[in-house]
T-cell receptor, first 111, second 114 residues
Framework: DQQVKQNSPSLSVQEGRISILNCDYT??????FLWYKKYPAEGPTFLIS?????DKNEDGRFTVFLNKSAKHLSLHIVPSQPGDSAVYFC??????????FGAGTRLTVKP | DSGVTQTPKHLITATGQRVTLRCSPR?????VYWYQQSLDQGLQFLIQ???????AKGNILERFSAQQFPDLHSELNLSSLELGDSALYFC?????????????FGPGTRLTVL
């Protein structure tokens, strides 16, 4: 039961350009959304989050957009840097009993 | 370094066996979460403990169990292992146990069941 989907398993972007990672969800009860970044051989690292009362949250080069009507969120990285190359997971929560993760998108930023 | 430690780093075992994975949360964190990441799959939430008590349960099989000890470290026990249990197992910790808290992840334990 895939309530959170990241339909692009991989994305390749040139350094300095924008990276856009997408995530779709099906459960309208989700009210909190997070993005995690994962480097090989390390645990996931929290990146940025957004609650359902907002439609945008920004932190430096990272911006998360939430479109509740479309049940879609996206992570924008501007400008992309080679060190951003990693796997990005989106996650959605509907309270303490329900936290779901997408399968991840592998981002490669080429110098 | 997140401050969360997991041991062992790698574990290779046979079907039918039982293993124990260990997690020590960040100093001061009261809550521990366990996740499974299978090949090509996203992270699956297994179970959460807060200050020694089970708080939330996810897609944890009956063959799996966990506990959190008085010193707040946690163990995940996997028994009657099957080939499909081969995965990366992560634990994460937070201060207060709310899902909106930032979760700090350990480096994971890679389990291979042969």
């Amino acid at each position: 039961d895939q309530q959170v989907k990241q339909n692009s398993p991989s994305l390749s972007v040139q350094e300095g350009r924008i990276s856009i990672l997408n995530c779709d969800y099906t459960n309208s009860m989700f009210d909190y959304f997070l993005w995690y970044k994962k480097y090989p051989a390390e645990g996931p690292t929290f990146l940025i989050s957004i609650s359902s009362i907002k439609d945008k949250n920004e932190d430096g080069r990272f911006t998360v957009f939430l479109n509740k009507s479309a049940k879609h969120l996206s992570l924008h990285i501007v400008p992309s840097q080679p060190g951003d190359s990693a796997v990005y997971f989106c996650a959605a929560s509907a309270g303490i009993d329900d936290m779901r993760f997408g399968a991840g998108t592998r981002l490669t930023v080429k110098p | 370094d997140s401050g969360v430690t997991q041991t062992p780093k790698h574990l290779i075992t046979a079907t039918g066996q039982r293993v124990t994975l260990r997690c020590s949360p960040r100093s001061g964190d009261l809550s521990v979460y366990w996740y499974q990441q299978s090949l090509d799959q996203g992270l699956q939430f297994l179970i959460q403990y807060y200050n020694g008590e089970e708080r939330a349960k996810g897609n944890i099989l009956e063959r799996f169990s966990a506990q959190q000890f008085p010193d707040l470290h946690s163990e995940l026990n996997l028994s009657s292992l099957e080939l499909g249990d081969s995965a990366l197992y992560f634990c994460a910790s937070t201060t207060s146990g709310g899902w909106a808290d930032t979760q700090y992840f350990g480096p994971g334990t890679r389990l291979t069941v042969l």
